[in-house]
């Protein structure tokens, strides 16, 4: 610092008070930024508007699968008229006469207190590949507090998110059990050495009698011979009813979401015959017990008239594969005087049988009140009621899942000895995967839309019936149809 001699003259000396006036490099360059630019820019635009294209105004690229309209804005955003010119009214809403001018969206619920728009739920301009992926927050704005137009809710009414605020499925919540009447015990039958076919020891499979719909006609290890040969014989696993036709490579998951109800044919029948008489090895349709009573009286009827040696023969007992032989009561010497008593005999013991221990053994039986005093009434077999659907508020699909063993999910299946178990998973076993957002290792997609239809798609109606030309739509012509009437139809509620 010594040596220098500082004073506010030379000082002040030092400072140029006519910069301002002096062009120097910067100030061209902020001059050319300020005036150029906008003008190139305005050029631009102008280009673009002369070639009747509004894409530099978007606020993003348009979805996937809508970028076909490609620079017809005018498909969504409806034009205006603005000092006289035709314009694209982009600072309107879209409405959802637009959208619904393409598809069929039939609202959500006759009982909601209002309708949000379309764009609310399904962001444009967002590049998404997924317009279907709304956010939780669109249904949480209703279900975080629900409530209806009248009456009060059916369901429960503060729902936040899959993992921490949400209900426990309905059927698990309740109580009340499986009304199946089908009595099934799935302990007995998952057990290591159960005797299968021919009294060999099997170890079965959930698969031996569940399957999706899609794969019933694969081969049946315990059930029907004949669905076992057609498939085998066609050697597709297509439509059932029509094994000509291949299965669609694109949506190999069709039919594949639900497990159909197991049959009896399809599933019981090799290891559970229903044997009638010793006379035959055949065994009796399994049908309801008119039928069943008809074929047997038929059956007996023929062999009586082939062998009629056989009238005054002693009943034989019959072997049954479970619980070995059922003998006949002892204190009844039931020999025959004719071939109309055999068969009667025959007949009487035969649906003794049946009725009151092979189908017993699955079913329930309602006797009718005279059945003790008139041995030729007939049964009803209550109705199986085997539920295809558990949770008919969500969707589901076993097909997306089939990387996980049936037990992981169903775990009381193994244990399980009564058919009122109700076997289907907890939400606490979905939430150990359903845990977040699937960008992050570990997690998998949670949100409201993955799981829950909004759309009633029930009340779409009829096929739908398209507005726009193809001209429209790849510019030839400027307008977008009107969608008055489209709305009113569109929008259909209960
Ligand atoms: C498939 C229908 C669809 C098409 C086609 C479409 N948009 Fe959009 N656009 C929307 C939706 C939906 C919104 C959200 C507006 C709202 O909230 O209603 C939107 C919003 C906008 C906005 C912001 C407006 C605001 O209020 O924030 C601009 C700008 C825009 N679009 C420009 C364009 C341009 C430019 C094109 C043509 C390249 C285009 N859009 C094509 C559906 C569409
Ligand atoms: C010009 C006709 C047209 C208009 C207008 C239109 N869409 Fe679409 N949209 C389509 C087509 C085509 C598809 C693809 C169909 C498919 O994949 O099944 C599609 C697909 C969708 C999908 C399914 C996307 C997905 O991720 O699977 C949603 C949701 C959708 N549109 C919502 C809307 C909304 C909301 C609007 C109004 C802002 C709208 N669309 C306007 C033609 C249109
Ligand atoms: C405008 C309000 C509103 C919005 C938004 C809404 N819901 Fe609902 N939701 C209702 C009403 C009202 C009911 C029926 C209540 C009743 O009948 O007791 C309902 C019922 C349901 C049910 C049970 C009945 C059924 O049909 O399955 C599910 C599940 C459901 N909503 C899921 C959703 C999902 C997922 C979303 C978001 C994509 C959503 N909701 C958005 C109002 C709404
Ligand atoms: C090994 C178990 C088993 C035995 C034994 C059995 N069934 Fe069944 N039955 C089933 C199953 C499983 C179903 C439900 C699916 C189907 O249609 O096969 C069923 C369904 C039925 C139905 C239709 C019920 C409805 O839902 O309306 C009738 C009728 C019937 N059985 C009659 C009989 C008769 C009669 C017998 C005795 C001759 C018998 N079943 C023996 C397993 C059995
Ligand atoms: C692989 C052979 C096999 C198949 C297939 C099979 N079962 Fe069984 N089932 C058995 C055997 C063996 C027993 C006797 C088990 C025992 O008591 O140790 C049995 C016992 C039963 C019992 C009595 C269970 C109990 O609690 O003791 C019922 C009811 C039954 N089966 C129903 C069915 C039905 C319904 C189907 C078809 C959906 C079916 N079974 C398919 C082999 C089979
Ligand atoms: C990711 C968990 C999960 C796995 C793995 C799984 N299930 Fe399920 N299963 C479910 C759910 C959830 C339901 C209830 C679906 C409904 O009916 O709404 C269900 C329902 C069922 C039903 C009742 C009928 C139906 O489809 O609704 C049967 C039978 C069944 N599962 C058998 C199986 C078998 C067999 C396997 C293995 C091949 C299996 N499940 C694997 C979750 C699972
Ligand atoms: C991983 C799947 C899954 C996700 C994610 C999910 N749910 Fe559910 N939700 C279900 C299942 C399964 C049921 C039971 C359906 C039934 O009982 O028929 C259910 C039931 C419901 C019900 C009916 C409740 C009742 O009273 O029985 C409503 C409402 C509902 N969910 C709303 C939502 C909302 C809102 C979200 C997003 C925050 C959501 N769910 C996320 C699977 C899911
Ligand atoms: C012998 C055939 C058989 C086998 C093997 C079998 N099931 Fe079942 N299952 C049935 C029958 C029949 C029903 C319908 C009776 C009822 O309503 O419980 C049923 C019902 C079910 C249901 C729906 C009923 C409910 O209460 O939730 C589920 C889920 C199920 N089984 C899962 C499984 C799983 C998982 C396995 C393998 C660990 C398995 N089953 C093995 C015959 C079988
Ligand atoms: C082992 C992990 C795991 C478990 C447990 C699990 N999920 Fe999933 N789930 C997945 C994966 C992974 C997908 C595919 C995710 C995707 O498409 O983003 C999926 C997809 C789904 C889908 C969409 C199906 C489709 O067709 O795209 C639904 C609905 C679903 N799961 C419901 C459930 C329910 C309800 C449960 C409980 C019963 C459950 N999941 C248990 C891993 C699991
Ligand atoms: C509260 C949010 C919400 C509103 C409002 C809404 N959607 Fe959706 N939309 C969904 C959800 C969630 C799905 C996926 C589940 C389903 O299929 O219902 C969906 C599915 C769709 C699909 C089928 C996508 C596919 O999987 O192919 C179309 C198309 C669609 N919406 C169009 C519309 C149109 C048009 C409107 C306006 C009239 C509309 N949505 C209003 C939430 C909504």
């Known amino acids: 610092m010594a040596g220098r001699i500082r004073t506010a003259k030379s000082l002040g000396q030092r400072h140029d008070f006519h910069y301002f006036q002096r062009w120097g490099r910067w100030r061209f360059l902020r001059a050319f930024l300020m005036i150029a630019v906008p003008a190139i820019a305005g050029l631009w635009l102008l280009g673009f508007a002369l070639h009747h294209d509004s894409e530099p105004y978007a606020s993003g690229p348009l979805s996937t699968v809508h970028s076909f309209t490609g620079k017809r804005c005018g498909t969504c955003h409806r034009p205006v008229i603005e000092a006289g010119f035709l314009k694209v009214g982009f600072r309107q809403h879209v409405d959802d006469a637009a959208c619904l001018s393409c598809h069929q969206a039939p609202a959500h619920q006759a009982l909601q207190t209002f309708t949000p728009t379309c764009a609310s739920c399904h962001v444009e301009h967002t590049g998404s590949q997924h317009l279907r992926q709304t956010a939780d927050e669109t249904c949480v704005q209703c279900h975080g507090e629900l409530k209806v137009k009248s009456g009060s809710p059916r369901y429960q009414t503060a729902i936040y998110d899959f993992d921490k605020k949400h209900p426990e499925f309905a059927p698990l919540r309740t109580g009340f059990g499986d009304p199946g009447t089908i009595k099934l015990n799935h302990s007995v039958h998952m057990r290591a050495g159960l005797l299968g076919p021919n009294a060999q020891p099997v170890q079965m499979q959930c698969q031996d009698c569940h399957r999706t719909p899609a794969d019933q006609s694969a081969p049946w290890k315990y059930g029907e011979s004949r669905l076992l040969q057609t ?50 090895t055949e065994s009796a349709p399994h049908d309801k017990p008119q039928v069943v009573h008809d074929f047997i009286v038929r059956r007996l009827t023929e062999y009586i008239h082939q062998h009629p040696e ?32 055999w068969v009667r005999i025959h007949t009487e013991d035969a649906e003794n049988l049946l009725w009151r221990k092979t189908c017993q053994e699955c079913h329930t039986l309602r006797f009718s009140p005279n059945q003790t005093t008139d041995s030729s009434a007939l049964p009803e077999v209550a109705p199986s009621q085997i539920k295809a659907v558990w949770l008919p508020n969500s969707v589901f699909s076993h097909y997306a899942h089939a990387g996980v063993n049936c037990q992981s999910c169903h775990t009381k299946a193994l244990a399980s000895t009564e058919t009122q178990d109700v076997l289907i998973p907890s939400i606490t076993t979905c939430q150990q995967c359903h845990n977040g957002n699937p960008v992050k290792l570990g997690q998998s997609e949670n949100g409201c839309f993955l799981c829950h239809q909004y759309h009633n798609w029930k009340q779409s109606r009829g096929p739908f019936i398209p507005t ?24 259909f509620l209960p």
């Open 468 to 491: 726009h030309a193809m001209d429209q739509l790849r510019g030839a012509a400027p307008q977008r149809p009107s969608t008055e009437g489209i709305v009113a139809s569109q929008l």
């Open 310 to 341: 056989a009238i005054h023969e002693t009943p034989r007992p019959l072997r049954v594969m479970f619980g070995g032989t059922i003998s006949r009561e002892p204190q009844t010497p039931r020999i025959a005087r004719s071939a109309d008593e």
């Open 231 to 280: 498939s085998l014989q066609s050697g597709s696993s297509a439509d059932p009813h029509n094994p000509a036709m291949p299965e669609e490579p694109t949506r190999p998951g069709i039919g594949r979401a639900y497990m159909a109800a197991p049959t009896y044919a399809s599933a019981c029948q090799n290891c559970h015959a229903l044997q009638f008489d010793s006379h035959f």
